[in-house]
C-alpha cells in the first residue's frame, strides 16, 4: 500500500483474536469502542446498529448454555456423531465465557423506512444489515487501535430467538453477531488474496 498511514496500518494488522488475558477491559476503553462503531455510515443515516455489552459470567455462562443446546439440537437433527458435537459445543461455550466482554450486536428497524410491498422492505432490512454490519467493523478496527483483541462471531443468526430470551432483549433488536473482546493472549498472522483476483476494471 501507498504511503504511511496509521489508519491503513490499522486495517492490514486486524486479526480476529479467540484467546484472551483474564483481565478486565475498563469501561472508558469500552465506550471508546463502542462510540467508533457508531460513526459508521448507515442507510438514510439511520443508526439502527444497538449494541448489548455483557460482562457479568452469569450473564456469560446463560448465553453460552443457551447457544450450546440450540447448536446441540442442530446438530443432532443433522446426524452429526457425538464426538463431533461435543467438540463444537465446548468450543463454543469456551469462546463464549472466557471473554471479558461479550458485544451483542443487534438491529433495529424502528427508524427505517417501512413500504407496503414485501420488495421494498425486503430491501431495507438488508439496507439496516448492512449498516449494522459497518458498524461492527468499526468497532473491530477501534478495538485494535486501543490495544484490545476481538473476533466476529456469526453464530447469533442461527438462533436469534435464543440470544435475545438470554440476554432479555428489547423486542426489536435482531442479533446479527456477537463480538468476543479482551487484551489478547495469542497473535495471529493472515494473509489475502491477491487484489486483481476480485477486481475488474470498466
Known amino acids: 500500500m501507498m504511503g504511511?498511514?496509521?489508519?491503513?496500518?490499522a486495517i492490514t494488522s486486524r486479526r480476529s483474536i479467540r484467546r484472551y488475558r483474564p483481565d478486565p477491559v475498563p469501561q472508558l476503553v469500552i465506550e471508546?469502542?463502542?462510540?467508533?462503531?457508531?460513526?459508521?455510515?448507515?442507510?438514510?443515516?439511520?443508526?439502527p446498529w444497538r449494541f448489548c455489552v455483557i460482562q457479568s459470567a452469569e450473564h456469560k455462562e446463560r448465553l453460552a448454555r443457551a447457544m450450546g443446546d440450540r447448536l446441540r439440537r442442530d446438530l443432532e437433527a443433522d446426524?452429526?456423531?457425538e464426538e463431533v458435537i461435543a467438540a463444537d459445543?465446548?468450543?463454543?461455550?469456551?469462546?463464549?465465557?472466557?471473554?471479558?466482554v461479550l458485544i451483542a450486536l443487534c438491529l433495529s428497524l424502528v427508524d427505517m423506512d417501512h413500504y407496503p410491498d414485501a420488495r421494498r422492505n425486503d430491501k431495507e432490512?438488508?439496507?439496516?444489515?448492512?449498516?449494522?454490519a459497518m458498524a461492527g467493523q468499526n468497532l473491530l478496527l477501534a478495538a485494535h487501535d486501543q490495544g484490545l483483541g476481538a473476533c466476529w462471531m456469526c453464530a447469533p443468526l442461527f438462533c436469534p430467538d435464543v440470544v435475545s430470551a438470554a440476554l432479555d432483549l428489547p423486542v426489536d433488536?435482531?442479533?446479527q453477531a456477537l463480538i468476543t473482546l479482551g487484551y489478547p493472549a495469542e497473535t495471529k498472522e493472515k494473509t489475502?488474496?491477491?487484489l486483481e483476483t476480485g477486481v475488474v476494471w470498466r
Do not use: K
Open 32 to 47: 471508546t469502542v463502542l462510540t467508533a462503531a457508531t460513526w459508521a455510515a448507515s442507510a438514510h443515516n439511520r443508526q
Open 173 to 175: 433488536w435482531q442479533p
Open 4 to 9: 504511511d498511514s496509521a489508519l491503513l496500518e
Open 79 to 81: 446426524g452429526t456423531s
Open 89 to 100: 459445543t465446548g468450543r463454543s461455550y469456551s469462546r463464549i465465557t472466557s471473554a471479558p
Open 125 to 132: 432490512f438488508i439496507m439496516a444489515v448492512q449498516s449494522t
Open 192 to 194: 489475502r488474496r491477491p
